[in-house]
């Protein structure tokens, strides 16, 4: 229809462990949201980190979705094919004197971890290693679909962020928000330890004149010790599970319930027309067992 947007909505898995219960959880939850709405639902690889990465991981996460019934609607992003686009804004970002080079290194940081903007008047005579993003010190904020009213002042809670890093690299925070826009993200569902991240990426969109997304946080899948699963720890991969009981079990966590011994194809059929993200809980919590 002319004058309205279509919806697109975005799984962005990093390739550094195999896909797990996590992060599942961001993929069913961004792809209900997505096409509950008629929208397109869109994965991209994000393969910026060589060193964190671990070979062939990329291709069996893109199997392992299809295995689960998703499938994007257009071909997958690999951002590892984007680092022009990259460079291209962190030289706008230093233009327009929101970025800065750093000389710091890990040990000029101070144990918080906070970046005390040394070099934010100039690097005197320390060599340039990385590029950070000057946050401004008032409060930044947004309205989260789940939670509501999300804010933090960067200033202290991060402040100047790295952008590109000292070993070249470009940082998460800065490619997230190029792709996002490049593949025209109307709305960002993943998991609500990325809430901090989303503050420094809308300060990002606002520096770079880009629209932000809608975002919502869903909870985090902890373990049995109540830790947050992660690929690094190679938590949990699903490769080797049936995909209807799984995706049933994702469902069973996001809050919807339906009918038991569905198979995969019946099941994405009732949950493309049972969703609602309003029932999905806000709090963190372990993987419920099906009866
Ligand atoms: N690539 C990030 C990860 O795997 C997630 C990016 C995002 O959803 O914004 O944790």
């Known amino acids: 229809m002319p004058g309205l947007t279509q919806v697109v909505g975005r799984f962005a898995p990093s390739p550094t462990g195999d896909l797990h219960f996590g992060s599942l959880v961001s993929a069913v939850g961004s792809c209900l949201e997505a096409r509950n709405s008629d929208g397109k639902w869109l994965l991209r690889i994000e393969d910026i980190d060589p060193p964190r990465e671990v070979a062939g991981c990329a291709i069996r996460i893109i199997h392992d979705l299809q295995r689960l019934g998703l499938v994007p609607d257009e071909p997958t992003l690999f951002q590892s094919t984007r680092l022009d686009a990259y460079q291209n804004a962190v030289d706008r970002l230093l233009e327009s004197g929101f970025a800065y080079p ?8 101070p144990a918080s971890g906070i970046y005390p903007g040394t070099c934010r008047k100039g690097l005197r005579n320390k060599e340039a290693r990385s590029i950070r993003f000057r946050v401004d010190s008032g409060n930044s904020g947004f309205e989260d679909k789940l939670r509501g009213p999300v804010t933090a002042t960067l200033a202290e809670t991060c402040g100047d962020f790295v952008i590109r890093r000292a070993d070249g690299l470009f940082a998460y925070q800065l490619a997230v928000v190029v792709d996002d826009d490049f593949q025209a993200v109307t709305q960002v569902v993943r998991g609500a330890d990325l809430l901090d991240s989303t503050l420094r990426q809308i300060s990002l969109q606002r520096a770079l004149g880009l629209v932000s997304p809608e975002y919502m946080h869903l909870p985090v899948v902890l ?8 690929k690094r720890l190679q938590s949990d991969p699903v490769r080797d599970r049936d995909p209807a009981v799984t995706l049933e079990q994702v469902l069973h966590f996001l809050g919807h319930n339906p009918p038991p011994a569905l198979t995969l194809e019946l099941l994405w059929d009732w949950a493309l027309s049972h969703w609602n993200h309003e029932l999905v809980p806000r709090t963190n919590t372990t993987l419920p067992t099906l009866s």
Do not use: F, Q, V
């Open 102 to 109: 750093c000389g710091c290194s890990r040990k000029d940081l």
């Open 223 to 230: 373990s049995a010790e109540g830790t947050k699963l992660s």
